[in-house]
């Protein structure tokens, strides 16, 4: 059976996610390829209300436990509900943030011991890894500034101070360097049309190992 693989974009604020994954849905659109397209946190009903919950500005008191906890309470209902048996129809599912982000955010940024996260993701997670991690990678500030122009305002995790933002985006570096055959890291202070060049290279050699490895299936 020619079962799907996830990718997952991911990155500072500002990096070019939106831009990118709309781009590469009509790639792979194009190519006759079936797409899921979700994000985190939400991507399901039930998680698009912890969504809410997690990024409204105006409770700044949520412990961080508090947030680690709805994170990947958002994280299972996604995998169990949508992912899965999306995966299981053979399509292509694309999340803007995924479990990284977790490590990032509330490891590296906020300081939540690594041992307390891999233990609340590994309960959402119950085995499940996405196939690939796409990192935009970009300086934090320059990331700020485009979406300011894009002319919206900060949710409760953008409205953090620099620091903490260059701290979650170097956690992103460190799960790269950690894992590299789990993640690629793409300069996003590039063009769009360099950025998005940069991805379909990474997406054309992910389809050519999962159509080989459907094929041996097949042998
Ligand atoms: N490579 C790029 N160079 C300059 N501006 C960009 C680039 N990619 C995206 N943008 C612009 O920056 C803003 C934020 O991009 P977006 O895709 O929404 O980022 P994200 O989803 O990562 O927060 C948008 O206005 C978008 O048009
Ligand atoms: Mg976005």
Redesign the pocket.
């Known amino acids: 059976m020619n079962k799907g693989f996830m990718v997952v974009f991911d990155?500072s604020?500002?990096?070019?996610?939106?831009?990118v994954i709309k781009s590469i849905e009509k790639y792979l659109t194009l190519k006759g390829l079936d797409v899921l397209l979700t994000r985190e946190p939400g991507g399901t009903p039930i998680g698009e209300k912890i969504r809410e919950v997690i990024l409204e500005p105006s409770t700044p008191e949520m412990s961080f436990m508090t947030e680690l906890m709805l994170f990947g309470a958002g994280r299972a209902q996604h995998i169990q509900e949508k992912i899965i048996p999306a995966l299981a129809q053979g399509k292509i599912v694309i999340s803007d943030r995924f479990d990284a982000a977790t490590f990032s955010f509330q490891h590296f940024a906020r300081g939540i011991d690594l041992e307390t996260i891999t233990k609340i993701n590994d309960l959402a997670l119950d085995g499940f890894s996405p196939n690939m991690n796409i990192i935009?990678d970009l300086d934090p500030s320059e990331g700020l500034k485009?979406?300011h122009?894009?002319g919206e305002g900060l949710d409760r995790l953008e409205d953090e101070k620099s620091e903490f933002l260059v701290k979650a985006r170097n956690g992103y570096l460190k799960q790269a360097e950690q894992s590299p055959h789990k993640f690629e890291v793409i300069d996003?202070s590039?063009?769009?049309e360099a950025?998005l060049e940069d991805v379909i290279k990474v997406i054309d050699s992910l389809l050519s190992s999962f159509h080989a490895s459907s094929h041996d299936n097949h042998a």
């Not at 604020?13 to 831009?19: L, R």
Request: glycine content about 16%; aromatic content about 0%.
């Open positions: 990155g604020n500002g990096a070019g996610k939106t831009t935009l485009r979406v122009s894009r996003a590039q063009s769009k950025v």
